[in-house]
């Protein structure tokens, strides 16, 4: 098993749910960040990340993790007994939700992908399970204050860096890490499978890393 990730700052056990939230496009403003915050006390946003995590079943996000990938981050994953939730939002193009809806599906365990759209923005929701061997560690506390305006959105958390590659090629049309969904968990006895992207050698080594990462059952 390879390790692709050391992650600092990001608490989580068998009992708990854990959130990491990136904003790629456009870093938040004072109140945005304020408005964040309000979430969780213990939420300390910066003007690019926040993490959230409960250690109590039936406490979670108010309101959902969906509003906040509508209105302010980009990439986002979540942990909750070993079940994973990948989310990428962007503006999408006319035509390209239609498009992306060819890749939804769901097996009878709840994995899979799902699509939503509200306005221009289209939220990619990816429920699976991750072979990570990471090393979680709680000796980090992130800085309200850091520079991160500079729009340099490179973390130190690999699998938020991923997502972050994946989400430029499905803006761009490249939707070969869907396909790698589908593969692991999708029926392959299906009548309606989704359309397999072509092959080609750019971004081939960033598929092949997400595809070597999702886990089966």
Known sequence: MEIISVRRGFASDHSSTSYEFLAVDKPLGKNERSEVSKLSRRANPTSR?????????GYDIPGGWEQLMER????????????W?????????????????????????????????????????INCRINLGMDYSNDYDYDPD?????????????????????????INGDYRALYAVWETYGDEDSENPP???KNHKAGESVVNEFAGILDVI
Do not use: C
């Open 72 to 83: 302010y981050y980009d990439v986002m994953y979540s942990e909750s007994y070993d079940w």
């Open 195 to 197: 359309p397999k992207p």
């Open 49 to 57: 990340r926040v993490d959230f995590t409960y250690h109590v079943d």
């Open 146 to 170: 850091e520079d991160d305006e500079s729009g340099n959105v490179e973390t130190d958390d690999d699998l938020l860096n991923l997502l972050v590659q994946i989400r430029t090629q499905i």
């Open 85 to 125: 939730t990948l989310a990428i939002a962007f503006d999408g193009k006319p035509g390209q939700y239609e498009h992306l809806n060819e890749y939804e599906f769901s097996e009878d365990d709840g994995l899979g992908i799902e699509m939503s759209k509200k306005g221009q923005r289209i939220v990619v929701t």
